[in-house]
């Protein structure tokens, strides 16, 4: 939601849900780092919801790290 626009952002169905730990500290990582690379608000939330959403079928904040960091190198 910004001033001017509201939009709803749905995640993709994750096909298994393993572990949550960390989904949020994933979503949040990637908001701040589409936002501050210039990023609208929406953009950023889209990318945010899709990595988490990928986030909960890995077990641990290790797996869910790693995952994260593949991301950041694409």
Known sequence: MTPDET????????D??????????VFAAVAMRGLAAGASVFAAAGQAVELASRAVGRAGVRETFRLALKEREK
């Open 7 to 14: 939009r709803v952002i749905s995640a993709p169905r994750a």
């Open 16 to 25: 298994t849900v393993v572990d949550t730990t960390g989904c949020g500290d």
